[in-house]
């Protein structure tokens, strides 16, 4: 049976980080709330939120259906897709590889806080002045710390650095390019010398975009470009001066 | 071998979530940072994380060392210990607990940003105004959502409401019941109600505080107590009003 994937409409979002392991590994799914159809599309993710009888209630999208069971939560849906589609290491290294996941999700959330600083209810523009100030310290400090960080573990991977856990693709490979991506979408005039300054990162991430069904899925309309209803969006304004 | 548990010294913080499953399940550890002695204390999780040879390496703490295993992020050390420790299901319903588990951390890092809402680099003073707006969004609008989704979680496990997944206690229990608690200090007017609104997870807080051995550790001086350097801090004028 194919797996169902609940999330927003319109939006890469968090949904993209298990879009892009659903195709890599060429695995069954129906992205659920893109179906204009009879019991899929939106309507269809919001009866499951707001179930009164659902045993296992998701807090928000993305989550996954498989048959009975909704595993919420992005990270854990990798956790879940990592055994099932042989996208992660099958001894304790998956602990290592969803550590890694965690904390691609803390950037993602500090990405997603420079333009929602205070509110997420609210509209960038209600909060323009924090969101500048939280962009500006993100891009000088958290950014390069975080980079630091995912440079470090490549070089320090012992079986090499071509990957961020093992010899072999996992699902953390390929939330790392989609990382990268966002933040060149989001942050042009920041990422300028990302190239440089991460070589690993960079080879990693022109492999796994050169990947046969990544490359196929880029290049889909299943892929839906950057805009600024996502995590990840470009207002020049937050971006570096220089 | 006993497990190493690594997190900074002096504050509850995201390292309480850990110790609170370690110490119900009676588990051998060592709380690594607070020991004063050759080879421990906090050099010795700073040696970690600037290690150039460790192949694992940790962004931040917490992370627990098991032998040579070094597993980071708190919802995923959980998850590690809930397997170990008997403290999670040993089968798919893991991925529903640790779902849950992934959603507190969310709250978590939002409670965070009530006083850090720009910059956690900088002190809480020079984001004060800042603070103000997020904390009061966080009350007004995130607190209640995120409650009334985890007392519907409870109400609609059809193994009843005595815990947030199955009849048995698991981790997120316990990490549901650490988080109530540093609100109550954190908020102390805006959670007056709590007991009133959300009776189930009253209940679970009253029932995981009412457990042996976490009795024991609470009353002990293991038990540190909530400070303003860790994640829930007191500062009045960040509560509501009323």
Redesign the interface.
Known sequence: MAYELYYWNGLQGRGEFVRLALEEAQAPYVDVARVHADGLGESAMLAIMNS????????APP?LKDGQ?????T??IL??LGQKLALAPDN??R??V??LQ??IA?VV?EVH?THH??????FYED?KD?AK??AS?FLE??LPT?MR?FE??LA???QGDAHL?GNTLTYVDLSAFQLIEGLYYAFPRAMKRFATRYPRLTALREAVAARPNIAAYLASERRLPFNETGIFRHYPELDQST
Chains 1, 2 share one sequence.
């Open positions: 009164r009888s659902e045993p296992h209630l998701p807090f989550f069971l909704i595993v919420p939560q990270a854990n956790l879940y304790d290294l602990y290592v969803h550590g965690l904390t803390d959330t806080d600083p205070i509110a997420s209810g609210l909060q924090a100030a939280r310290d400090h958290r975080f960080y470090r573990v320090q991977n012992p856990v």
